[in-house]
């Protein structure tokens, strides 16, 4: 799953993957297309399979029901029925399936929790689905054999690995547009973006390294080794740290993201370690061991892992919630999704959906739209004509904007004066800072700029709106103008 999405900062998002697709059966191979699993994916899906029913880990097996707090609504992934099965969170079931693509392997909500992506394998696709009336739009093709997806937090872009064709396809969310393919190693699979929305890590599964690629550009950096069996990928809310799942060597191997240097891989306690999610405070790393039927919780500021939590079989994906009270797994041979508590790291009542290989869950990341106006007033006399300007930033949410700045651009040879507190003024350019900004408030600022005998004809200043947080999810409504045409310092319109 997990569209890896910024600030709460991010609760993981994103991102994705949730190890190898399982090996299976014939009848998941699409009609006419050939069998494309490497020797190494049916020894692994052996092993799969043998340590799952060894276990004998099922649902009735798990701990008895605890409270969970957990709200919204969430969507797995089936890779047998292929759809997309929306769970309500507070009631812990599952709603009517989606009709998605063939073989979903991947999923992830934007940031705003308007579209799910459903990443399909098996044909070379993802479906969007409208959230507000789960319905699937126009499929999209991308690669060859498609696997994780994550999306930026701005939600502008999802990122999607396609493990045959050692690729990314981005994909612009706002026309369901796949862009030009980026290169990566071999057999990409998790994927995850910083919260700064400035960098994607892959991990390449048949290439043993993570390739990071700088969004802005498109372009990869060079791998990074992390030794063989890189499978998902995990960035800690602060950005700093990536951590990567290895199912050979059963390890996660953390990366300084400010130089993409290897630290010690950590010991995971489990077998075949693939998924991982990071609670949104940054303390807890949580991975989904594929063949030993548990998740191991792994405490970030010392690097330790702690008593793996017995799950269902075969436990495929994970994510936490937004509140990170609690870590969702899909146990692909168990039939079911498993709450953890992460303040008991014990686990809850099942929510049954069929051979679940994928999830995604809200991400909490606030989000706050600010619309900005300009407003020009004459002030004419013979002594000291001048033009009022008002800067406004205007919050139409959801969620309250913490701070915000705003420019105004002044024509050629113009100054200003009287500016509000907050704003300064730098050549021809007034720059105003906004603190708080309840959802549905509006706060103006101010300066002039004063006219002479020669301000004659058009005078246009334009502003824009230049970073605010949260995120500014609609930059349709981040710019304005304003001309007033000056015919003497004695008359003058303004719109």
């Not at 319905?135 to 093709?141: L, P, V």
């Not at 995120?471 to 003058?492: E, G, R, Y």
């Amino acid at each position: 799953m997990r569209s890896t999405v910024s600030a709460r900062p991010a609760a993981q998002a994103g991102l994705s993957p949730h190890g190898p697709r399982p090996a299976a059966l014939p009848a998941l191979t699409a009609p006419g297309k050939p069998l494309r699993r490497r020797v190494t994916a049916l020894l692994m899906a052996a092993i799969t399979l043998l340590a799952s029913f060894a276990a004998g880990v099922t649902a009735s097996a798990l701990a008895p029901a605890v409270a969970f707090a957990a709200t919204g609504t969430g969507y797995v992934a089936s890779i047998i029925d292929n759809t997309a099965t929306p769970i309500d969170l507070a009631a812990g079931t599952a709603g009517t399936p989606i009709a998605a693509g063939f073989q979903p392997a991947g999923i992830a909500l934007t940031p705003d929790g308007g579209t799910v992506y459903v990443v399909n394998g098996g044909d070379d696709t993802v479906t969007p689905i409208d959230t507000a009336t789960n319905t699937a739009g126009t499929a999209i093709t991308v690669g060859s054999r498609p696997f994780g997806i994550a999306i930026t937090p701005d939600g502008a872009t999802a990122y999607v690995t396609n493990s045959d064709a050692s690729s990314v396809t981005p994909i612009t969310t706002a026309t369901n547009t796949a862009g030009s393919a980026i290169a990566v190693g071999f057999a990409p699979h998790g994927i995850a973006i910083t919260p700064d929305g400035a960098t994607a890590y892959v991990a390449n599964s048949a290439g043993a390294s993570v390739t990071p690629i700088t969004l802005a550009s498109g372009t990869a950096g060079t791998a990074i080794a992390v030794g063989s069996g890189p499978e998902d990928v995990a960035i800690t809310p602060d950005g700093a740290t990536a951590y990567v799942s290895r199912t050979i060597g059963n390890t996660v191997t953390p990366i300084t993201v400010a130089t993409n240097t290897v630290g010690t891989p950590i010991a995971t306690g489990g077998s075949l370690p693939t998924a991982l999610a990071i609670t949104p405070n940054g303390a807890t790393l949580y991975t989904a061991n594929r063949a030993s039927n548990t998740v191991t919780p792994i405490t970030i500021a010392t690097g330790t892992a702690g008593t793996p939590i017995a799950v269902g079989s075969s436990p495929r994906d994970l994510a936490v919630t937004a509140d990170g009270t609690t870590v969702y797994v899909t146990n692909l041979f168990s039939n079911t999704v498993t709450p953890i508590s992460t303040a008991t790291n014990t686990t809850g009542t099942s929510i049954t959906v069929n051979r679940p290989s994928a999830i995604a869950l809200p991400t909490g990341v606030p989000t706050a739209d600010i619309d900005v106006n300009l407003a020009a007033q004459p002030h004419l006399g013979i002594l000291v004509p001048y033009l009022k300007y008002t800067l406004s930033a205007a919050n139409t949410g959801p969620d309250p904007v913490t701070s915000a700045t705003l420019t105004a651009t002044l024509p050629a040879g113009a100054t200003a004066t009287n500016l509000s507190p907050g704003c300064s003024i730098a050549a021809t350019t007034v720059t105003c800072t906004y603190g708080a900004i309840a959802n549905g408030a509006s706060v103006d600022k101010s300066f002039r700029v004063p006219l002479s005998l020669l301000s004659l004809g058009n005078v246009t200043v334009t502003a824009a709106r230049t970073t605010s947080a949260p995120n500014d999810p609609n930059p349709a409504n981040d710019n304005a103008s304003a001309t007033c045409t000056v015919i003497s310092i004695i008359l003058v319109t303004c719109p």
